[in-house]
């Protein structure tokens, strides 16, 4: 059974940081896309980055509105991925989710797993 758990989510102030997790079971998520979503109230979800398979260069996709200020990343050995998020923004608000897939897409509907979410929110 794959489960995906994130967590660090929380209250921050504008232009403070957090750092999500995701720990993955049931996979070796060195082996998947790691994606990012977000969903703020009354809108869709939307992807915020993706960190490829290690069979796939591993390399990471960031979504414009979060370049420069969010870096994703993996450790194969605790099967977890990461989104340290920085210079955090009001409109950052909103629940976290981390998926898996075998590829990275923009679309939620190509991916299989995902965890619970996690809620951010930027205010102060």
């Known amino acids: 059974q794959v489960q995906l758990v994130e967590s660090g989510g929380g209250l921050v102030q504008p232009g403070g940081s957090l750092r999500l997790s995701c720990a993955a079971s049931?996979?070796?998520?060195?082996?998947?896309?790691i994606a990012w979503f977000r969903q703020a109230p009354g809108k869709e979800r939307e992807e915020v980055s993706c960190l490829r398979p290690i069979d796939r260069n591993g390399s990471a996709l960031y979504a414009d509105s979060v370049k420069g200020r969010f870096v994703t990343s993996r450790d194969g050995a605790k099967n977890t991925g990461y989104l340290s998020m920085n210079s955090l923004k009001p409109e950052d608000t909103g629940v976290y989710y981390c998926a898996a897939e075998p590829f990275c897409s923009q679309q939620p509907k190509d991916y299989t797993y995902w965890g619970q979410g996690t809620q951010v929110t930027v205010s102060g």
């Open positions: 049931g996979i070796n998520s060195e082996y998947y896309a």
